[in-house]
């Protein structure tokens, strides 16, 4: 059969339309998270420098402004913000209501900004799932029914692309993360080129340098593959018991009411806190977590101390959670993922060099999500070394083989359905 030359000329056309709207979710997502980023720093600085009682007191605070935001401005959207879009990924009924994003963005930045021990990535997925869902209802004359829900996938990719400056890592997230053994793969252009926009969306206002310095040449001596194959199975159990603490702390919101919840999460986080300072003299378990991971880059940290404050910020981010903070889990796992394989590194007599605080990073992340390759791409991009990615492959396949059937979140698919292609 002969193709039509004027349909093939449709189609082209149409293609074209479709990557120039996922371009411009990108630039739009781009530019939301920059800001909503510069907002949620700016104000977690503050308050880092307040009086220490009143530092103690701040995620408590941030909880409570969370839970208003969320009822009052977010007409009563649930606090997993990435939850929210993986949720309405999968189902052909329900999208994202765009009415909704202000309110989710205002209780993610209190969240995080007071203090809570969460990740940026929330509000940069629902932002960029908002901002996808509006222009693809605005243009719906560009798309067909194979294309659901595309440019809300699309800014997902961007919003990820650009709170970590990685736009292949926010491409790839978006297609991977949805399920736990299968792709999008209709939709990786459209995040090929949302996450290349959004990234530049938030270079042009935050810049490009990346998240972490890496230090130190990589080998592929058999001490250093041993060690990233035992720090795969290490990462994969941590991931996997970190899953089983989150799980627990969302099945507090079925039982508890939220202000018995925030006052229990508020007591949490001020105990955790002062244990954090009586072992570092630093504010660790506060925010995302980078204090944390370029504490633990400085030399001559002890072993016994790096794994305290891991399992420190494990407990803030489930207290977190269980308190109703709205905020995400990527950088909460990349965050532990470092810390362990920064005490591995130490044990491996490699502390002068951060291969293994990257390789813990992929294991604990490409588990804990379950997206290895996502977890690969993010420590390729944001570390600069390609020396990284043999040891990181590793690490990932072997953590993701024993994380089981667990994950962060309910709301993954272990298989691809035709609806969501």
Same mark, same amino acid.
């Given at each position: 059969?002969?193709?039509?030359?004027?349909?093939?000329?449709?189609?082209?056309?149409?293609?074209?339309?479709? @990557?120039?709207?996922?371009?411009?979710?990108?630039?739009?997502?781009?530019?939301?998270?920059?800001?909503?980023?510069?907002?949620?720093?700016?104000?977690?600085?503050?308050?880092?420098?307040?009086?220490?009682?009143?530092?103690?007191?701040?995620?408590?605070?941030?909880?409570?402004?969370?839970? @208003?935001?969320?009822?009052?401005?977010?007409?009563?959207?649930?606090?997993? @913000?990435?939850?929210?879009?993986?949720?309405?990924?999968?189902?052909?009924?329900?999208?994202?209501?765009?009415?909704?994003?202000?309110?989710?963005?205002?209780? =993610?930045? /209190? +969240?995080?900004?007071?203090?809570?021990?969460?990740?940026?990535?929330?509000?940069?997925?629902?932002?960029?799932?908002?901002?996808? %869902?509006?222009?693809?209802?605005?243009?719906?004359?560009?798309?067909?029914?194979?294309?659901?829900?595309?440019?809300? %996938?699309?800014?997902?990719?961007?919003?990820?692309?650009?709170?970590?400056?990685?736009?292949?890592?926010?491409?790839?997230?978006?297609?991977?993360?949805?399920?736990?053994?299968?792709?999008?793969?209709?939709?990786?252009?459209? /995040?090929?080129?949302?996450?290349? &926009?959004?990234?530049? $969306?938030?270079?042009?206002?935050?810049? &490009? %340098?990346?998240?972490?310095?890496?230090?130190?040449?990589?080998?592929?001596?058999?001490?250093?593959?041993?060690?990233?194959?035992?720090?795969?199975?290490? $990462?994969?159990?941590?991931?996997?018991?970190?899953?089983?603490?989150?799980?627990?702390?969302?099945?507090?919101?079925?039982?508890? =009411?939220?202000?018995?919840?925030?006052?229990?999460?508020?007591?949490? +986080?001020?105990?955790?806190?002062?244990?954090?300072?009586?072992? &570092?003299?630093?504010?660790? %378990?506060?925010?995302?977590?980078?204090?944390?991971? =370029?504490?633990?880059?400085?030399?001559?940290?002890?072993?016994?101390?790096?794994?305290?404050?891991?399992?420190?910020? /494990?407990?803030?981010?489930?207290?977190?959670?269980?308190?109703?903070?709205?905020?995400?889990?990527?950088?909460?796992?990349?965050?532990?993922?470092?810390?362990?394989?920064?005490? +591995? $590194?130490?044990?491996?007599?490699?502390?002068?060099? &951060?291969?293994?605080?990257?390789?813990?990073?992929?294991?604990?992340?490409?588990?804990?999500?379950?997206?290895?390759?996502?977890?690969?791409?993010?420590?390729?991009?944001?570390?600069?070394?390609?020396?990284?990615?043999?040891?990181?492959?590793?690490?990932?396949?072997?953590?993701?083989?024993?994380?089981?059937?667990? /994950?962060?979140?309910?709301?993954?698919?272990?298989?691809?359905?035709?609806? =969501?292609?």
């Amino acid at each position: 059969m002969i193709p039509n030359p004027a349909r093939l000329r449709g189609f082209a056309q149409r293609s074209w339309e479709l @990557l120039g709207a996922s371009a411009l979710v990108g630039i739009v997502t781009g530019l939301l998270v920059a800001g909503a980023e510069k907002l949620t720093l700016n104000l977690l600085e503050w308050v880092q420098g307040l009086p220490v009682w009143a530092v103690v007191a701040a995620p408590a605070v941030g909880l409570v402004l969370a839970a @208003l935001a969320l009822r009052y401005l977010a007409f009563r959207a649930a606090p997993g @913000l990435a939850d929210t879009w993986l949720r309405a990924f999968h189902d052909p009924n329900e999208d994202m209501k765009a009415r909704t994003a202000p309110g989710g963005v205002v209780a =993610s930045l /209190c +969240t995080i900004g007071f203090g809570g021990a969460m990740g940026l990535e929330g509000l940069s997925i629902f932002t960029g799932g908002a901002v996808g %869902t509006v222009i693809q209802d605005r243009l719906r004359w560009l798309f067909g029914s194979i294309d659901a829900k595309v440019l809300m %996938t699309a800014g997902a990719a961007a919003g990820v692309a650009a709170i970590f400056k990685a736009p292949a890592t926010g491409a790839l997230f978006a297609i991977e993360v949805p399920f736990t053994d299968d792709f999008a793969p209709r939709k990786l252009l459209p /995040c090929l080129v949302a996450g290349a &926009t959004g990234y530049l $969306g938030f270079a042009a206002v935050n810049g &490009t %340098t990346p998240l972490f310095e890496a230090h130190g040449h990589v080998g592929f001596e058999a001490s250093t593959l041993i060690g990233a194959l035992g720090l795969g199975v290490v $990462g994969g159990l941590g991931a996997r018991l970190f899953s089983r603490l989150i799980g627990f702390a969302k099945s507090l919101t079925r039982r508890y =009411s939220l202000p018995v919840r925030i006052a229990g999460a508020a007591a949490t +986080t001020a105990a955790l806190l002062v244990v954090s300072r009586l072992a &570092t003299g630093r504010n660790l %378990t506060l925010g995302p977590g980078y204090d944390a991971i =370029s504490w633990a880059l400085k030399p001559n940290r002890a072993v016994p101390v790096l794994l305290l404050i891991l399992v420190l910020r /494990c407990l803030a981010t489930a207290a977190a959670t269980a308190g109703g903070g709205a905020g995400g889990l990527f950088i909460p796992l990349v965050v532990a993922g470092a810390l362990l394989g920064r005490a +591995t $590194g130490n044990l491996f007599g490699r502390a002068e060099d &951060t291969m293994f605080l990257i390789v813990g990073i992929a294991a604990f992340l490409g588990a804990g999500y379950r997206v290895p390759l996502t977890a690969v791409m993010f420590v390729a991009e944001t570390s600069g070394r390609a020396t990284y990615v043999v040891p990181a492959l590793l690490a990932a396949v072997v953590a993701d083989l024993m994380m089981g059937k667990q /994950c962060v979140t309910a709301y993954q698919r272990s298989r691809i359905e035709p609806a =969501s292609a």
